[in-house]
């Protein structure tokens, strides 16, 4: 097939665009490549990917409306992975208008370019962050997400109700994934496992939020990748089961669906550093601070529907995954 990934540099972009090529799709990277983090990264994870046959990249911003319609004209994509967005739960307390413009505007773009373009399936980046003040745990798709506590997470919102709205007027099958704390080789700078490993190693305190009490649902980026992939291979069609009555979240009378990815094996936060600390061979320095404005407490991905759907199942504990990560690191900064 032939598959415009956009956000393609990135951490989950990246890695979904191997994936994509090892079996021999086409594909199309479209990426800013802005310097929300360290653009070398980026760039580095970019150059794994155009000395392959079957890859194009063009650089550019989905607020851009020229350059996403000049993109989808001239490769013409059968399906679409949407997954550049303006991310960060904390960054969104400064900068909010950068939400606007990548998540609200830039993903308005893509809609669009769907639209015309008549595109098979639209698969698109939502976040566990959706679920905000939710404290029923796990977190289904089936529950409302009606209380964000983050403008990030109201960004996300919004796409899944815009995404809606296409698949309802236009007929355009989408598919919302809400991701849950991916980590990995390769992976964000921004995130607490490339923040604690490099203090560590470096014997700098790591600040650690609401004392390490919170949990998460850490999820491997190659189990990530493997929804994904899994996904956008199942175009959704109308659910014969919808009850306009009795509405739920996940599915509809059009051609829409949300699925939770994610481990669904939430680990506290005090043991994930235990587990880095195991990797390294080093004790952490810790900060131990109050929980930060726009966090939640804990996630926790139910994903019996994307098992059901796809045959999902993760397949990476957390003790393998971060041993990966710091290999990783050590070999890339030759530390």
């Not at 890695?15 to 802005?34: K, T, Y």
């Not at 370019?113 to 098979?120: D, I, L, Y």
């Not at 980046?125 to 529950?143: C, E, H, M, Q, T």
């Amino acid at each position: 097939m032939r598959v415009l990934v956009t956000g393609a540099a990135g951490f989950i972009g990246s890695a979904l665009s191997q994936r994509l090529l090892a079996r021999g799709d086409e594909v199309l990277g479209f990426d800013n490549l802005n310097d929300y983090y360290d653009p070398r990264l980026k760039q580095d994870r970019l150059a794994r990917l155009t000395s392959q046959q079957g890859f194009q990249f063009v650089h550019a911003s989905l607020e851009d409306r020229a350059a996403v319609e000049s993109a989808f004209a001239d490769f013409r994509p059968q399906r679409v992975v949407n997954l550049a967005a303006q991310a960060g739960v904390r960054y969104s307390l400064e900068n909010p208008r950068a939400y606007v413009d990548s998540n609200i505007v830039g993903f308005t773009h893509i809609l669009e370019a769907c639209r015309h373009g008549k595109v098979e399936h639209l698969v698109y980046a939502s976040s566990s962050s959706v679920y905000g003040a939710n404290r029923k745990l796990p977190f289904s798709v089936r529950d409302p997400v009606d209380h964000p506590v983050s403008l990030y997470a109201a960004s996300k919102k919004a796409n899944e109700l815009m995404a809606h709205t296409y698949s309802h007027l236009f007929g355009l099958p989408t598919t919302g994934l809400r991701f849950f704390t991916v980590y990995g080789p390769w992976g964000r700078p921004d995130m607490a496992l490339f923040l604690f490993t490099r203090k560590i190693l470096a014997d700098e305190p790591i600040d650690v939020f609401n004392h390490g009490r919170h949990t998460r649902d850490f999820t491997y980026v190659d189990d990530i990748v493997e929804g994904v992939m899994r996904t956008l291979d199942k175009v959704p069609v109308a659910d014969p089961e919808f009850d306009p009555l009795l509405p739920t979240p996940a599915s509809s009378s059009a051609p829409y669906r949300i699925y939770n990815i994610g481990n669904n094996q939430p680990v506290e936060l005090s043991r994930y550093i235990e587990v880095i600390e195991n990797c390294i061979g080093r004790k952490a320095r810790k900060n131990l601070l109050p929980l930060q404005p726009g966090d939640v407490p804990d996630t926790y991905a139910d994903v019996s529907e994307l098992t059901r759907d796809t045959g999902y199942a993760p397949a990476t504990t957390v003790e393998e995954g971060v041993a990966r990560f710091v290999d990783w690191y050590r070999d890339y900064y030759g530390v």
